[in-house]
């Protein structure tokens, strides 16, 4: 798993600490939204110490109470926080539902409905915040429209999944750029790209990703894997570049790269690959003795090495092209 050591983050940047409850209170009211905050153990005070950076849509925060805490919000609303314990152990109650939270387990607070967090002293945070607009735009790119009104991320993220890893090293290549002592060093494109892999990785790291109500079947496949399969059916025999397909579809490469995985397990690649395999495997099972030849075929369906096609062929469908011919 991807280790965050509490200094990392966000060192260089200053450090704002307060030892009284009231103005603890003051700068993460002003910072998140309302709250009440509450010193689990009467009459004792908290060490608190908050770096912040945010850059456009999505920030991140380095939050330590130094003491065991109560933390009652008042409702975000227009934001999505990831809560991330560097050590220790907090807990987070939504209703009936209790998410305890640990290194291995992100808090992912609702937006609509109240909460009430329990911090145990010794459980530094590094907290991730993403507007709601900007995860929704997102959500529709990777799921298909109509998602964004739909998307419930649910309440806890593992981190220890592959897709939990992924998305820590996304939030950490941000984090990196963020404060790079070099302002601006990298195009606007390459920081757009790297927000918009964090959003979409946060997306597929959830619990219940996609955790989408409505017209969507949770086990179909969303709109923009769909489009992609009818746009491999009406093209696959020519010479197509992701960038290309990624650009029709309207999203990046990363985001179809992602969407592929998570719900197909494959490539853009492997499943045009496949595409190309079908499509031949029905021309040699309908063609006529004499009639067309396997390199034809080959070349028709977009396999420009005969010996290679022969090879995934057999690979995928256990027999000899010149077998499926011969039928």
Not at 94 to 103: A, E, F, H, L, Q
Not at 226 to 250: S, T, Y
Not at 296 to 322: K, N, V
Request: proline share 5%; glycine share 6%; aromatic share 4%.
């Amino acid at each position: 798993m991807v280790r965050i050591l509490p200094r990392d983050v966000l060192r260089g940047l200053p450090t704002v600490a307060t030892t009284d409850v009231d103005d603890a209170h003051e700068k993460i009211a002003t910072l998140f939204c309302g709250h009440d905050l509450v010193p689990r153990t009467r009459g004792t005070s908290v060490d608190m110490k908050l770096r912040s950076l945010h850059r456009g849509d999505v920030g991140i925060e380095y939050l330590d109470y130094g003491a065991d805490v109560r933390i009652d919000p008042q409702g975000l609303e227009s934001f999505h926080l990831i809560q991330i314990p560097l050590a220790g152990h907090a807990r987070m109650d939504v209703g009936s539902n209790t998410v305890d939270s640990s290194p291995r387990v992100a808090t992912v607070p609702p937006v609509d409905r109240p909460f009430s967090m329990a911090w145990d002293q010794g459980t530094p945070h590094l907290i991730v915040y993403v507007r709601r607009l900007a995860l929704a735009s997102v959500a529709e790119q990777v799921y298909g429209e109509g998602a964004a009104k739909a998307l419930d991320l649910g309440y806890s993220m593992n981190l220890a999944t592959a897709a939990g890893r992924a998305f820590l090293r996304s939030v950490v290549e941000l984090h990196d750029d963020m404060i790079s002592e070099t302002p601006g060093v990298a195009p606007v494109f390459v920081q757009k790209l790297l927000v918009d892999t964090m959003l979409s990785r946060l997306l597929l790291a959830m619990d219940d990703t996609p955790a989408v109500s409505g017209d969507r079947d949770r086990d179909a496949e969303s709109r923009l894997v769909r489009r992609f399969r009818e746009l491999l059916e009406r093209h696959a025999a020519e010479e197509l570049a992701m960038p290309d397909i990624a650009e029709n579809l309207g999203v990046s490469v990363r985001t179809l790269q992602l969407a592929l995985r998570s719900e197909t397990g494959a490539t853009p690649s492997e499943l045009l690959r496949r595409v190309r395999l079908d499509r031949a495997r029905e021309m040699l099972l309908e063609a006529e003795p004499g009639e067309q030849t396997i390199i034809s075929i080959a070349e028709r369906c977009g396999f420009s090495h005969q010996g290679r096609f022969s090879a995934l062929y057999l690979d995928t469908f256990g027999e000899r092209p010149s077998e499926s011919l011969r039928r």
